[in-house]
């Protein structure tokens, strides 16, 4: 019998600032998805916030038209900048494949409803 640990996608880490161009992050996103790769978004402050939020809006439509449709856990987080503590807003962002899809082999196992 197999962990969920097993199945678990790796991770990739994005840092947004208010400054990030919302159309770059979405491209990084959609590959990253795209590869099997879960992505994680973290922003510090309420301009930095928004453009996470309008690049996972634009991946969204990146990936849509390709059958893989993504969701979004939002958390907070506490980090460390410059010796400050900051709370920081992080976003888990998983793809939710549609039927039709093949989802990358690594991720596939004996419980696939979709195939």
Not at 1 to 28: F, I, N
Not at 32 to 43: A, F
Not at 69 to 86: L, S, W
Request: aromatic letters at 6%.
């Amino acid at each position: 019998m197999s962990t969920s640990s097993e199945h678990r996608p790796e991770t990739g880490c994005l840092k947004v600032s208010s400054k990030s161009s919302p159309a770059s992050v979405a491209g990084a996103i959609a590959g990253m998805i795209k590869d099997g790769v879960s992505v994680e978004i973290q922003s510090v402050g309420a301009g930095a916030v928004n453009q996470a939020v309008k690049a996972i809006a634009i991946s969204r439509g990146f990936l849509s038209p390709i059958g893989i449709e993504i969701y979004c856990i939002p958390a907070f987080a506490d980090i460390v900048i410059d010796g400050e503590y900051r709370t920081a807003i992080r976003f888990t962002v998983e793809p939710r494949y549609t039927r039709g899809v093949q989802r990358p082999a690594e991720q596939q196992d004996e419980f696939d409803l979709d195939r």
